[in-house]
Nanobody, 116 residues
Framework: QVQLVESGGGLAQAGGSLRLSCAAS????????MGWYRQAPGKQRDLVAA???????NYADSVKGRFTISRDNAKNTVYLQMNSLKPEDTAVYYC??????????WGQGTQVTVSS
């Protein structure tokens, strides 16, 4: 089993910053990428950012230049640094882990709310 525990969500002002953390534990040896997804009310869950085992990253167009995904392998933790936050960033953010070509391990989610 793989456990993913998110932290760092909360309330921020527009233009502010938050840093999300996702600690992975359990049978993590087969994970080849980590990602952050988000889901706003009434919308689908979309990829925000991902980082592969080789260190390659990709971002949703809506967050490019504002969000940065990174890893600390010693702590088995992935981070999402969110700067220049906008109200439209408000969503539940989910940490996910990929094995093979599929993201199928999921955290419980952490709420991010950005006020105007």
């Amino acid at each position: 089993q793989v456990q993913l525990v998110e932290s760092g969500g909360g309330l921020a002002q527009a233009g502010g910053s938050l840093r999300l953390s996702c600690a992975a534990s359990g049978s993590i040896f087969n994970i080849n990428a980590m990602g952050w997804y988000r889901q706003a009310p009434g919308k689908q869950r979309d990829l925000v950012a991902a980082i592969t085992s080789g260190g390659r990253t990709n971002y949703a167009d809506s967050v490019k230049g504002r969000f940065t995904i990174s890893r600390d392998n010693a702590k088995n933790t992935v981070y999402l640094q969110m700067n220049s936050l906008k109200p439209e960033d408000t969503a539940v953010y989910y940490c996910s882990a990929r094995s093979g070509n599929e993201f199928f391990f999921w955290g419980q989610g952490t709420q991010v709310t950005v006020s105007s």
